[in-house]
């Protein structure tokens, strides 16, 4: 075992402060990475004050990770000193189910382990990338292209691959008119994904108090939801809608925003129930999905993607000792659009 310095929750909702965590000794096929950006997602948040379900506590955060590996196991083949890679938000799956087997790991039966707030199938809790290092076995390890800087590859690993997969999935192209809703930490990421890929993209968001940005990240088109008219307006207008926000929304006004097979694909997670009108998904022959993270194939296949074609996070560097300021802010919605943590200072 290894002390490393992390920054911690010592309960549910109380402030992160700086602690001594202790990493696994580096096994034969490990890698230890030095940790130098932490990407701040709002599942961080909502996981400290035990909004989802009961967490474990001390509690680090942290699933947006970028670094540098500084020692490799005996076994590993993947990885050397020195090479850039990234975490994101598993560890470990199974490796035995058919989902695991076929690449899909993030699907694994048996449930993949998760980077922080879940525990190693021996029982021993996971910690996250509020820390100076971590160690991680190769094979959920990604590698960052060079033309990758560090700091705005962090968000990919979250914010990127939650909204890449479903656009992936749903074969996001030239000649589809997508509407990514909400430009937050999510939903820049989805507008630049599907400029890059060549759709014709629409912003649906609350005001157009972020129209500037969202047409500068690649939207054709930004529309206030807030004016009943925005609905009648683009009513049967898209082939799909990527809903990144985690209130609750009216489904069925934005399921009216669908043309015939159409799907809303949901990636942020609402605190309660929703519901909509059956009728909403009958008379169109629309679809209503949901959508996780990414496999490991995938989620090198989107950084790789990036790198091609010179995309990453937009983001607010902070040094550790802001992270509870930053929380306060997010709530607010006082970030463009990704707080992302400088951990060389927990060195």
């Known amino acids: ?18 602690t001594v965590i202790e990493r696994r000794a580096v096994g034969a096929h490990d890698v230890l990475i030095e940790i130098a950006y932490a990407g701040i997602c709002h599942s961080d948040l909502h996981q400290v004050r035990d909004e989802w379900h009961p967490g474990i506590f001390p509690m680090v955060p942290g699933h947006e990770i970028a670094g540098v590996v500084t020692e490799v196991g005996s076994a590993v083949t993947r990885y050397a000193v020195g090479d850039r890679v990234g975490v994101g938000c598993f560890v470990d799956s199974c490796r035995e189910c058919e989902y695991c087997r076929a690449g899909e790991e993030h699907f694994c039966v048996k449930g993949n382990v998760p980077t922080y707030n879940g525990r190693h199938y021996d029982g021993e809790p996971t910690y996250g990338g509020y820390s100076s290092h971590i160690v991680v076995d190769e094979n959920y390890v ?22 890449y997969s479903p656009l992936a999935h749903w074969n996001a192209g030239p000649g589809k008119r997508v509407a990514v809703v909400g430009l937050g930490g999510l ?3 989805g507008v630049k994904f599907a400029h890059a890929l060549g759709c014709e993209v629409t912003v649906l968001s609350q005001s157009l108090r972020k129209k500037e940005d969202g047409l500068r990240l690649g939207a054709d088109h930004f529309h206030a939801t807030s004016d009943p008219a925005t609905f009648t307006e683009l009513a049967a207008s898209f082939d799909l809608i990527l809903n990144t926000v985690s209130a609750a929304l009216d489904l069925d006004a934005y399921l009216s925003l669908l043309r015939v097979d159409g799907t809303m694909v ?16 009958l008379m169109r022959r629309v679809s209503i999905a949901g959508s996780p993270i ?11 993607f990036c790198a091609e074609r010179g995309i990453g996070a937009e983001i607010e560097v902070i040094r550790p000792e802001q992270i509870n300021e930053a929380y306060e802010r997010m709530l607010a919605s006082d970030v463009r659009y990704r707080f992302v943590i400088d951990v060389s200072s927990l060195r």
């Open 266 to 281: 949901n990636v942020g997670a609402p605190e309660h129930p929703v519901s909509f009108n059956m009728f909403s998904v």
């Open 1 to 18: 075992m290894t002390s490393v310095t992390a920054y911690a929750a010592p309960a549910a909702k109380a402030p992160l402060e700086r």
């Open 294 to 304: 990414g496999s490991i194939r995938q989620t090198q296949e989107m950084l790789d």
């Open 142 to 163: 990604l590698r960052i292209p060079d033309g990758l800087a560090l700091d705005v590859a962090a968000p990919l690993l979250c914010a990127g691959i939650t909204t």
């Open 187 to 189: 939903g820049h990421m």
